[in-house]
């Protein structure tokens, strides 16, 4: 699907008002949310294991081209092939390159978010090659022509009617809503498709350095076929998804598997090292790495967004936002969604394009807190609504509003001068009993604050503010007087 972060604020207004979509986000984020901070509870090594873990992926990202090099020759050594792809269309025009070159005219997926921002499926469809998503979730979507609404749980805003009526329409099957039978219907179809397969897609949710593998979590066990079953297997990892060591790797699987779904451990962890060979039958004849910079490197060279380079993808943040529980994925346009969406995207795509994303979260902090590597995201959100505010050269933004910018300048005046504060305090109350009420509250502001009122209530100002009371009571008592 072509990103569009520019519809944010329309397609947000319509998911609130989708009663389908609000029960399933409420449902994911009551079951997944709380899960996953008991599962973080529960480690041995109790939540502060989070910290450590946020080192690990620090010292690997400010150790990436080293760790990459390591990478590539150890999986190498041991019999795979390593592509590293500057961009999006790089990366398409290598795993179109292998393809034809291997006359592959089918390919299986297992879940991969990298393709999803470099577009593969679109690639592969227009070079004729049929490409087939084997999630069970990027199945349901595919078949509805529709993108990801989360990163692990992609068709989370389909009801099982939806899905009955989108398998009677697209797969010719008698209307049934019971969810054992639609995953029936799917496993048969994908069977198929798994055994006629050329070419395995994955991605990858770590690989080390030290051992030169790479590492899928899944809970279906497709990825295990896509990876196996076909002649060629590729798999596509954005650069930063490393572990320096195998012991590091073990660290980051855990949180992950309990930051993605409160699990111990995902159902199928694959740790795929090399091709078929005379020692080892097993596996595919070609194995190849795509190693996808697409951005990233930017991100890796200002210390300001380097961080956002140890995500694991894991969506444990999506699962508390409260942003993302009302609005649900297809809002933030693009692959990545939820709070490391409102983050990633206008790292990846602009600034200026994708500013409702990061204006849009409420910088509660829920994210941070659910991460399991205890990324600081409120603190990027703000710096680049900074960028919004002021303009940045480096990263070619241009600034979003003058108005808005004088607007808050003068705010800040009002604020910082106590008898202009008083003033402007004095003048709201004036003007406040003019405004139509509702139970005692303000049921519309005017423009410029009519955005709060919109879809709620405000609480108008105490006819006494605080500081009036206080100046009231303090005459002739240090303590005042209650
Ligand atoms: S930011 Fe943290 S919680 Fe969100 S997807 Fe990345 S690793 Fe998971």
Same mark, same amino acid.
């Given at each position: 699907m072509k990103p569009n972060p520019e519809q944010y604020t329309a397609t947000a207004r319509t998911a609130v008002a989708d009663p389908v979509l609000q029960k399933a986000l409420a449902g994911l984020q009551d079951r997944f949310g709380r899960g996953t901070a008991l599962a973080y509870q529960q480690l041995p090594e109790g939540p502060d294991l989070r910290h450590v873990a946020h080192d690990i992926r620090m010292d690997a990202i400010q150790h990436l081209d080293s760790l990459l090099d390591e990478l590539a020759g150890n999986f190498r050594k041991n019999g795979g092939q390593v592509y590293f792809a500057q961009d999006a269309k790089d990366a398409v025009a290598y795993c179109l390159k292998v393809a034809q070159e291997n006359n592959v005219k089918r390919v299986v997926k297992g879940k991969s978010m990298v393709t999803e921002e470099i577009r593969l499926n679109d690639a592969l469809d227009d070079a004729g090659i049929e490409a087939l998503e084997t999630d069970l979730g990027e199945y349901i979507i595919q078949l509805a022509n529709e993108g990801p609404s989360?990163?692990?749980? %992609?068709?989370?805003?389909?009801s099982k009617e939806d899905v009955g009526r989108l398998f009677t329409e697209k797969l010719g099957i008698d209307y049934t809503d019971d969810p054992p039978s639609l995953t029936r219907v799917a496993r048969k179809a994908l069977r198929e498709k798994f055994l006629a397969a050329d070419m395995g897609l994955s991605g990858c949710n770590l690989a080390c350095a030290e051992t030169g593998h790479i590492t899928t979590v899944s809970n279906e066990g497709n990825i295990r076929m896509a990876s196996t079953l076909p002649r060629i297997h590729m798999v596509f990892m954005?650069?930063?998804?490393?572990?320096?060591r195998l012991q590091d790797l073990d660290i980051l699987l855990r949180l992950l598997c309990r930051g993605a779904a409160a699990q111990k451990l995902g159902t199928y962890v694959s740790h795929i090292s090399g091709p078929a060979s005379p020692d080892n039958l097993? !596996? %595919?004849?070609q194995l190849h790495l795509v190693i996808l910079d697409n951005g990233r490197s930017k991100m890796l060279a200002d210390p300001d967004f380097r961080?956002?380079?140890?995500?694991?993808?894991?969506a444990a943040c999506l699962n508390v936002c409260p942003v993302y529980g009302k609005?649900? !994925?297809?809002?933030? !346009?693009?692959?990545y969604s939820g709070p490391v969406g409102a983050v990633v995207t206008p790292l990846l795509i602009g600034i200026n394009r994708a500013a409702d994303l990061c204006q849009g979260e409420?910088?509660?902090?829920a994210c941070q807190n659910a991460c399991p590597v205890n990324i600081d995201i409120p603190r990027m959100l703000l710096l680049l609504r900074a960028k919004l505010a002021d303009g940045d050269e480096k990263w070619q933004v241009s600034r979003r509003s003058s108005l808005e910018k004088a607007a808050y300048q003068f705010w800040a005046r009002i604020m910082q001068n106590r008898r202009t504060y008083d003033l402007a305090v004095d003048a709201a109350q004036l003007l406040q009993r003019f405004l139509p009420t509702n139970r005692g509250m303000l049921r519309f502001l005017p423009p410029p604050f009519n955005g709060w009122t919109k879809s709620r209530d405000m609480q108008p100002l105490a006819a006494e503010t605080f500081a009036q009371w206080w100046k009231a009571n303090q005459k002739g008592d240090a303590h005042g007087k209650r």
């Open positions: 989360h990163l692990i749980a %992609p068709a989370v805003h389909k954005g650069m930063e998804r490393i572990a320096a097993d !596996g %595919p004849e961080e956002m380079l140890c995500c694991i993808r894991c609005i649900g !994925g297809h809002s933030y !346009g693009f692959a409420t910088l509660c902090g």
